[in-house]
């Protein structure tokens, strides 16, 4: 399978605490970003990158959110001290080249903060 | 800001009818790309058509078209010989022409096909 994979792909935790998030782009895709959807809403757009560079950070990704993508290749999305707001789906997609290309998106990472 | 606007919540249409989705824009940018996205349920989110602002033609694939009018900030998403596996979410969004640009999408119209 050569498409974005996001692991897991659920994750409950108790308000407090740590959540980490994995993104596998596509190999040859050097954008990789980050959405949060939540129910009956369209995606939201947290943070992007263009190879291991963080370009562009939303207001919505705040102090406990932080993001890394270490070389380039996969991409983490950590938050701290998780609130029960912060249950969502975070999804990740990927682009590569110039022009129109398309975003592949991941199945996504459903977070429940009990 | 840039903000994309559906208005219907829900749409339902027979198998093999047509249906349009609606969806408006707002930008102030002459260079961008609109799209529509489908979500399956419990599935990830898949392209189904693109258009790019500066072409007048409007954008087709197989059954699904696109009726965009750039003055009207309008880009409308029409489904011929809609077939059950078209149920889904549908989502129009908006880049700007940049290198970089984030999709800002609308709130989702829920596509319901019926026997």
């Known amino acids: 399978d050569t498409g974005v994979s996001q692991d897991p792909r659920h994750k409950i935790t108790k308000r407090g605490q740590n959540v980490t998030f994995r993104c596998d782009p596509i190999?040859?895709?050097?954008?990789l970003y980050w959405y949060r959807q939540t129910l009956g809403q369209g995606p939201e757009f947290l943070t992007y990158f263009q190879n291991e560079a963080q370009l562009e950070k939303s207001r919505l990704l705040s102090d406990r959110f932080s993001a890394e993508r270490p070389k380039g290749s996969f991409s983490t999305l950590e938050i701290q001290r998780t609130e029960q707001g912060d249950s969502a789906m975070y999804l990740c997609a990927s682009r590569g080249g110039q022009g129109w290309n398309e975003q592949f998106f991941g199945p996504g990472t459903r977070l429940t903060v009990l | 800001a840039q903000t994309v606007t559906q208005s219907q919540p829900e749409m339902s249409v027979q198998e093999a009818e047509t249906v349009t989705l609606s969806c408006t824009y707002d930008?102030?940018?002459?260079?961008?790309?609109l799209f529509w996205y489908k979500q399956p349920p419990s599935r990830q989110m898949i392209l189904v058509i693109r258009q790019e602002a500066y072409k007048q033609q409007n954008a087709t694939e197989n059954r699904f078209s696109v009726n965009f009018q750039k003055a009207a900030k309008s880009f409308s998403l029409k489904i011929s010989d809609s077939q059950l596996g078209d149920a889904a979410m549908y989502f129009c969004a908006y880049r700007n022409g940049g290198t970089a640009s984030k999709l800002t999408f609308g709130t989702g119209t829920r596509l319901q096909v019926t026997l």
């Open positions: 190999s040859e895709h050097n954008r």
């Open positions: 930008t102030s940018e002459s260079d961008y790309y």
